[in-house]
């Protein structure tokens, strides 16, 4: 099968990182006879200084024609005065608000071989392994009004958490679909004590749970969440909230597995089915553009390669090639492989390149 892929390096180590799931992908595609090609486009940092605009009409218009986005990271010092124009991370949300990709997908699990490279103690991380699913197109991000005044009395400024019942259901409805293909529980996640929103999304979320009698459904208030995630993170399986609350629990949660640098993302625009789904997609590692580290050859590429696993999964509908990226990933840090991020005494230390290219050789062997 044929598959067109744009590819946005981004900022800081985003092209290093997203060269290496390109050549992962590349490996897969010869071995399971696909073959993927690759459309590049500039976004953030990098499109503000080639056209003075963090995503360029065109480029937008490149990823509607392709079937799926892989994405590096955007944003650096560079680019950080707080009253710039423009800022790089505008181009990731006009991403995902024109590309429609309401439903971010951002596993946790704790690999058992990287059980001691976290702060936290093994015997409470050992056993994690969640999908926090994030509402991405809505809430205080993109509500109205959202501005800044003055007036007599001085500065002021408002954002505003909007929802409408359309946008809870079909991200509670992803939920439900994510966790009948796993330990089928359910926690919905919102401020229902003090806000409306989240009122209205904890009745949404109680009505659409009619339709999966296989789900346990729990509510959790998102401060109380915030502290399970530390105390008892195995507990969890899907969690769903809105777009800030699951902006803050997954920076939480991806420290449980010890490193930013193995955690990927999903950005779908559609609702998955059975694990699978051919709807539009964008990948892009958890982790930021990390300026202190660009350019060296020491980032961690495995959480874009495990991005670029889960577009086969997600957008591909291609489920075996998926797992045989996933388990190239295992294998080669089974036999010692780390990068700076979770290395460990008597462990041996590669850089971007290596990393990707040992899990090239496993996928193609
Ligand atoms: C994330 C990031 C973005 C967000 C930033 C870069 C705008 O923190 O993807 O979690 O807040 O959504
Ligand atoms: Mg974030």
Redesign the pocket.
Known sequence: MQFNIAALLGDGVGPEVANEAIRVLEAMGKKFGHSFQFHHGLVGGAAIDAHGVALAEETLKMCRSCDAVLLGA??GPKWDDPKAKVRP?DG??ALRKELELFANLRPVKVLPILVDSTTLKPEVIKNVDLTVVRELTSGL?FGQPKKQWHDAEGRKAVDTMFYSEQEIERIVRVGFEIALTRRKKLTSVDKANVLESSRLWRQVATEVAADYPDVELEHMLVDACSMRLIQRPAQFDVIVTENTFG?II??EASMLAGSMGMLPSASLAGIPKGGVSKAFGMYEP?H?SAPSRAGQNIANPIATILSAAMMLRYSFNLANEAQAVDKAVLAVLEEGYRTYDIMEEGKIKVGTREMGELIAERVAK
């Open positions: 955007v944003g991370e990731l949300l991000y902006d997954t920076d958890i930021g």
